[in-house]
């Protein structure tokens, strides 16, 4: 079957313009392209706030109409994105202020005419996939970008109910497809597509705190805004080398509510001028510069952006064995550690400090790896044929001009 994209202008590499953020209500022209509606939570400094940012300023302008929208319109990736409407569901999912945020959700779909509207997470699984289909949107697309081990009960299994809705899902990680198949979604509706770097994530890059011979840091890169990313592990692994490294540096990068409590943890622990706590830093390539090892000891991921950004940035990682983390750190690019244990992960931060030849092996490898399967391009690339895929098995096609 030959869809719209085989009569488009060719796909473009990943310096091509930025989509344009066209929110204004469609005119006849405009309508000959299909319209992509995407929709994140927020802006702030994450993982799946990048990727969405990342999807949003690559897609082909000349294939797809873009729109955004967003719950809550804040952050620090908002910059540079023009006008996106938010739609604030209040204090409840299911309250009376969050229903008519959906039905005003799905006027404003139809209004823009938008023939494919793709929910980034779970609140907006909840939020966009009934409005859209309200507003009898052609395709409509879920994520899961978390493995979902964290959701309550009724939380998996309201978004459960969206996703039956939804014409595919999105996961970016095998392991999260997986976990939805064995909740009794169909496997056919499942599409792992990985995150995407930038060809800026691979270059050689400044760093951003001196180097100094004789001086190796390990840093761990992660929000302090919830628990299960184990930065208390981090510490107590910390603790237990530092007397055997006296010069070594250990950095934390990331800000949030828990930050105070984990500055207390790191001085009950001793360890004084070791420990740097670096705040939110938007110059992530340049802090991995400044690295030797990244350690990443949550005990729930899919796919860390994270441990690609450590990877490609040619970085050793030391992991913990969950969810996604498999998927990327292999035995020949990486160690794996139990989650939430110190003790292993002070042994696996030892050896490699301890082995700068191995560091380099594993460096190298995973620079490699990520290079061939996670870089922007082939994601752009993956999105863009999932969408003109599901588009033409809906029989979508463009608004005949008239006149």
């Known amino acids: 079957m030959t869809s719209f994209l085989d ?3 060719p796909l473009k590499q990943s310096n091509k313009p930025a989509a344009p953020n ?12 299909p319209g992509v509606f995407l929709m994140t939570n927020s802006f702030e400094t994450g993982g799946t706030e990048r990727q969405f940012v990342a999807l949003a300023q690559s897609l082909d302008p000349i294939s797809f109409r873009l729109h955004l929208g967003c719950i809550q319109q804040k952050g620090a990736f908002l910059d540079g994105l023009g006008e996106v409407p938010q739609f604030r569901l209040g204090g409840s999912l299911y309250g009376l202020r969050s229903l008519r945020a959906r039905f005003r959700l799905a006027r404003h779909l139809r209004q823009r005419s938008v023939a494919i509207a793709h929910a980034f997470g779970f609140y907006t699984n909840l939020t966009l996939i009934p409005a859209a289909r309200i507003a009898r949107v052609p395709v409509v697309i879920g ?13 998996s299994l309201a978004q459960a109910a969206m996703f039956r809705w939804c014409d595919s899902v999105v996961c970016n990680s095998r392991a999260a497809a997986d976990r939805l198949v064995a909740q009794g979604l169909p496997q056919q509706r499942m599409v792992v597509i990985g995150n995407g770097l930038p060809p800026s994530a691979f270059a050689e890059t400044q760093p951003a705190l001196p180097r100094h011979p004789g001086r190796l840091r390990v840093g761990m890169i992660a929000r302090m805004n919830t628990r299960y990313k184990n930065h208390r592990t981090f510490l107590q692994a910390a603790a237990r080398i530092r007397g055997s490294f006296p010069t070594l540096e250990f950095l934390l990068v ?4 828990l930050r105070p409590e984990l500055e207390r943890e790191a001085e009950s622990l001793g360890l004084g001028d070791q420990v740097h706590f670096l705040g939110d830093r938007r110059d992530i390539p340049g802090i991995l510069a400044s690295l030797d090892i990244s350690v990443l000891p949550s005990a729930s991921e899919s796919l860390s ?6 990877m490609a940035a040619g970085v050793a990682v030391v992991a913990s064995h969950v969810g996604g983390n498999p998927e990327l750190v292999a035995e020949d690019r990486g160690v794996l550690i139990a989650a939430d244990d110190s003790e292993t992960l002070a042994s696996a931060i030892e050896c490699l400090l301890r082995d700068a030849e191995l560091r380099l092996k594993l460096s190298r490898n995973a620079k490699q790896f990520v290079e061939a399967n996670f870089s922007l391009e082939k994601s752009r690339k993956r999105y863009e044929e999932l969408y003109a895929e599901l588009l033409a098995k809906k029989g979508w096609h463009p608004t005949p001009r008239h006149g």
């Open 7 to 9: 009569q488009a202008t």
């Open 22 to 33: 066209a929110n204004q209500i469609s005119g006849p022209d405009e309508r000959r392209v």
């Open 143 to 155: 994520s899961q970008r978390q493995l979902g081990d964290l959701l309550t009960r009724a939380q």
């Open 254 to 257: 990331g800000d949030g509510p």
């Open 305 to 310: 952006n994270v441990i690609l950004e450590s």
